[in-house]
């Protein structure tokens, strides 16, 4: 019934939400700013993961390849359709639920305890489209952006090892990154990545908006919407990826 009872809440709110901003100026401004906060500082964590990511992928592959009936460049061919299918979308997502998820559930949570929200409220603000909406917002329009970041940094991880070593040659594993691409796994992963971010953003400003209590359960609300956010961002990954691919 718990269980239910947060799923009418988590619904209820989002309806609250998903209304047009009653100043866009206002808006816009928020926008630029939480794109900064949520997608900007979180660019330097994207690429520096893919790159070792796409570094170890490479790596793992060339040993596992010992068959003579595989050719070289199928490391490279790998590499990439590992990169588009699961980690640049799925997996960068679930690490970004840990980083902009809590920052977000503290965030509100920590203006709900200090009454911030109440006070909006009390002025006749919708305080939830005008705290969240911005959020959903910006994550959802650049997180496809995070992800290509994600892919080409994960590429030029596995570049970088074909040449500084002699696990594969350049030119084999640039023929296997482009061996038999299919464009649509690049809208695929972009698909995904606009649903992960939008789960990402409003579960995560579901915990801190209805926190109650002190610091104690700020803290709390942002570990269990990290924790909420990952098992819906692999739930919705097995829906996706059955709806699209199959």
């Known amino acids: 019934m718990n269980s239910l009872y947060r799923l009418g809440q988590y619904i209820l709110l989002m309806k609250q939400v998903v209304s047009l901003p009653e100043r866009w100026g206002v808006f816009l401004k928020q926008c630029l700013d939480e794109t900064y906060k949520l997608v900007v500082n979180s660019i330097w964590i994207v690429v520096i993961i893919s790159i070792f990511i796409g570094a170890v992928i490479v790596m793992q592959v060339a040993l596992n390849i010992v068959?003579?009936?595989?050719?070289?460049?199928?490391?490279?061919?790998?590499?990439?359709?590992?990169?588009?299918?699961?980690?640049?979308?799925?997996?960068?997502?679930?690490?970004?639920?840990?980083?902009?998820?809590?920052n977000i559930a503290s965030e509100i949570g920590?203006?709900?305890?200090?009454?911030?929200?109440?006070?909006?409220?009390?002025?006749?603000?919708?305080?939830?489209?005008?705290?969240?909406?911005?959020?959903?917002?910006?994550?959802?329009?650049?997180?496809?952006?995070?992800?290509?970041?994600?892919?080409?940094?994960?590429?030029?991880?596995?570049?970088?090892?074909a040449m500084f070593t002699d696990i594969v040659s350049v030119s084999t594993y640039e023929y296997g990154i482009q061996f038999m691409f299919q464009e649509a796994y690049v809208w695929?992963?972009?698909?995904?990545?606009?649903?992960?971010?939008?789960?990402?953003?409003?579960?995560?400003?579901?915990?801190?908006?209805?926190?109650?209590?002190?610091?104690?359960?700020?803290?709390?609300a942002s570990t269990n919407s990290v924790v909420m956010s990952s098992i819906l961002i692999l739930l919705a990954d097995v829906v996706l990826t059955q709806v699209m691919l199959a």
């Open 67 to 102: 068959s003579p009936l595989l050719p070289a460049y199928v490391i490279g061919m790998t590499t990439r359709e590992i990169l588009l299918l699961e980690f640049s979308s799925t997996i960068m997502c679930l690490i970004l639920a840990g980083k902009v998820g809590s």
């Open 188 to 220: 695929y992963s972009m698909k995904k990545s606009l649903v992960f971010a939008f789960l990402i953003a409003s579960v995560s400003s579901y915990y801190g908006y209805f926190v109650q209590g002190g610091a104690l359960n700020v803290g709390q």
């Open 110 to 161: 920590t203006m709900r305890v200090t009454e911030q929200i109440d006070a909006l409220d009390i002025m006749g603000v919708n305080s939830a489209s005008y705290l969240i909406l911005p959020k959903v917002t910006s994550l959802v329009i650049f997180m496809p952006i995070l992800v290509s970041l994600s892919i080409v940094a994960g590429i030029f991880g596995g570049y970088v090892v």
